[in-house]
């Protein structure tokens, strides 16, 4: 198998040669990085051609690397029931720059691209109904990437003064503790507790 996916990236890389910067495999999987704005075209190739034929798009999401320059990597999976196999489509972008949706290609891909930019940010042109899929249409900012807070800017709970639901930033009305590290018998010091007795007349015996 993995023979005959290094010999189809071969055959992808060299019938699109422009569009594909690399194949390689990456644990014994296939993993082909492409130019953002030949995203469509590929697509189109890998789901037409008859020694591809990936008809099923599995998944599309990111993967945030803050401190390059391109942060972003979108990573596609497809599947080929007719050859059994598998393959990794990626391509880089960062904040400001957008990607061809693959709309026409995937229809399924709607609802996927959608996921990918409420999750990380990532706009999709051609996408005709990019909104948020998994947060609230409030919600603010993009919950996997690198730089967002564990706590989140906004918190959800139900008012039952003003029975409703409200938004308020988030708190943390507790103040952090400061542990000794003791087990809780020595941080009792002094302390008593019911069994003392025996354990000293024990000791004494």
């Not at 990456?26 to 030949?38: A, I, M, P, T």
């Amino acid at each position: 198998m993995k023979e005959t996916l290094q010999e189809l990236g071969d055959y992808i890389k060299a019938t699109l040669a422009k569009d594909v910067l690399s194949a390689e495999m990456q644990k014994d999987e296939l993993c082909l990085v492409v130019k953002r704005e030949s995203i469509a075209g590929v697509m189109g190739f890998l789901h037409d051609d008859g020694n591809c034929l990936f008809k099923i798009l599995m998944d599309i999401t990111g993967v945030d690397y803050p401190s390059r320059k391109e942060r972003f990597e979108v990573v596609y999976n497809l599947l080929s029931l007719k050859h059994n196999q598998r393959i990794r489509v990626k391509l880089l972008t960062d904040e400001a720059t957008p990607v061809p949706s693959v709309i026409e290609v995937f229809p399924t891909a709607g609802w996927l691209e959608r996921e990918t930019w409420d999750m990380y940010g990532i706009f999709f042109t051609g996408n005709p109904d990019l909104r948020r899929i998994l947060t609230d249409y409030g919600f603010d900012g993009h919950p996997l990437r690198k730089d967002f807070p564990l706590t989140g800017y906004v918190e959800v709970r139900y008012d039952p003064e003003k029975q409703r639901v409200v938004y308020e930033p988030v708190k943390l009305p507790q103040a952090f503790r400061n542990f000794d590290y003791l087990s809780p018998w020595e941080g009792a010091g002094e302390c008593k507790l019911p069994g003392d007795e025996k354990a000293k007349a024990a000791s004494n015996g």
